[in-house]
């Protein structure tokens, strides 16, 4: 019986030891200084903590850092698209560095809903960001009806 008990405890043990850790977080920030970035989440719990004297690391469960500018290359040979500033906090420009037929962008949210669309009427389009709360958002640039890029958009 003691044995049966000690297997199952075991068992247990194993079982937790296999599930990775997750911070499903509600709040956080970057912020960089000195050619340093540091981010956080808030309410995440503390894993370890290291100091060489002058500064101060306290670790935890958050994943790393992935920006992505470009989601998909571009579909349309001899066209050179930029977006920036990326990340934003008020507007990001597109620019095309040639004339395109019938240029439209999408700008959805993480969810896949469409937040704003709009005809581009040049070779430079303004985006105002201020409206929209601070998060990544996917901006998809088609023109007429074929896909162009689509980028990944980071609101401050």
Request: hydrophobic residues 40%; proline residues 3%.
């Amino acid at each position: 019986m003691k044995n049966l008990i000690l297997f199952s405890v075991f068992l247990l043990f194993m079982a937790g030891s296999t599930t990775a850790q997750k911070v499903v977080s509600a709040n956080g920030g970057t912020a960089t200084a000195a050619g340093t970035e540091v981010s956080w989440t808030i309410g995440e719990p503390i894993t370890a903590t290291v100091s060489d004297g002058t500064t101060t690391l306290t670790q935890g469960f958050q994943q790393s850092k992935l920006t992505v500018t470009a989601v998909n290359d571009i579909q349309v040979t001899g066209v050179e698209i930029k977006v920036y500033p990326n990340p934003t906090s008020n507007y990001v420009t597109v620019h095309f560095s040639k004339v395109m037929e019938k240029p439209a962008y999408f700008l959805f949210d993480l969810s896949g809903r469409i937040i704003e669309q709009k005809n581009i009427e040049s070779t430079d389009a303004k985006i105002d960001m201020t409206r929209f709360a601070g998060g990544s958002y996917i901006l998809k640039l088609n023109s007429g009806q074929q896909p162009l890029q689509t980028f990944k958009i980071i609101k401050r």
